[in-house]
């Protein structure tokens, strides 16, 4: 099997199945390279911080680029490409990988699954939103779009993440390659602009030896909230908005829910 048959076969495996409760994040090869060096990084959708590396395809991405400062390139590539980034390093300093999804759907066949989604991610009483507004019980779609961010340190690693304007994002308020992280790495979760004040964010933890471990966390009354870190281990926040769909979202998926993945990856040097 060619290598772009194979891709697209892995692709189309990955998003046959229900993936509510799957995170979509980048994953650099190497955290951290020489200024005149290369990145890296795979799109990987699974769980636990372990999943199935997907392939270029520029159809499923609305925004793919890297940014060094106020310098951003777009991310390119053959279709079918793994690792879906591999651009040389912008320079010295502190790089954002920014990835924007093109909406999906996935259909529930029950609402026992659909209500397992909402309290895995404690996304509400939907249950009372679903009776409010007259929606069904079985056999819909949820419309869903990733908004995913990495950091890599490029050289001295130098500099901050910033607000990117994304629908829902994460931002560091540290620098985790070069800041004191004993208190933790402090990040603003963000919807439309505003802090999302007491909502979850969860933390996979990768240690060395590949275990994780999954730590849930609440955000303060101005969105932040300290991710505890540790020296070697590499790390993924997460955050989800659920909420009705536009009608013309509506309209043209034929979903009754939308939601919203916020998706931040890092690691912390030894």
């Keep these: 099997m060619s290598r772009l048959a194979f891709a697209v076969l892995a692709l189309a495996t990955t998003l046959s199945g229900p993936l509510k409760a799957h995170e979509l994040w ?8 020489e200024a005149d060096g290369s990145l890296s990084a795979n799109l990987v959708n699974g769980q636990s911080f372990n ?5 270029y395809f520029p159809n499923r991405i609305m ?16 279709l079918g490409s793994t690792p879906a980034l591999e651009m040389p390093a912008l320079g010295d300093g502190l790089h954002v990988a920014e990835y924007v999804s093109t909406v999906s759907t ?15 991610k404690d996304l509400g009483d939907v249950t009372a939103i679903r009776d409010a507004q007259g929606l069904p ?5 949820e419309a869903y ?11 001295s690693a130098a500099g901050t993440d910033t607000v990117l304007g994304l629908e829902t994002e994460l931002v560091a308020l540290a620098n985790p390659y070069t800041d004191d992280m004993s208190a933790g790495l402090p990040v603003q979760l963000y919807y439309q602009g505003e802090v999302r004040a007491n909502e979850q964010v969860e933390l996979f ?34 955050a989800v908005v659920l909420r009705l769909p536009s009608p013309e979202l509506a309209d043209e998926t034929g979903a009754v829910w939308e939601s919203l993945w916020a998706n931040l990856t890092f690691t912390v040097p030894d």
Excluded at 26 to 33: G, H, N, Q, R, S
Excluded at 51 to 55: D, S, T, V
Excluded at 106 to 120: G, M
């Design 205 to 238: 933890d990768r240690a060395p030896d590949g275990s994780v471990e999954i730590t849930r966390l609440r955000t303060d009354d101005q969105g932040i909230v300290a991710l505890p870190v540790m020296p070697g281990h590499s790390y993924m926040a997460d």
């Design 51 to 55: 999943g199935l590396r997907l392939a």
């Design 145 to 155: 779009t990733r908004f995913s961010k990495s950091l890599i340190g490029v050289g």
């Design 137 to 141: 019980e079985e056999g819909f779609a």
């Design 63 to 78: 925004t793919f680029d890297v940014r060094l400062g106020d310098e951003v390139v777009p991310v390119t590539a053959r």
């Design 106 to 120: 996935v259909t529930y066949q029950s609402w026992d699954k659909f209500l397992s989604f909402a309290e895995h």
């Design 26 to 33: 980048i994953e650099p090869l190497d955290w951290m390279v």
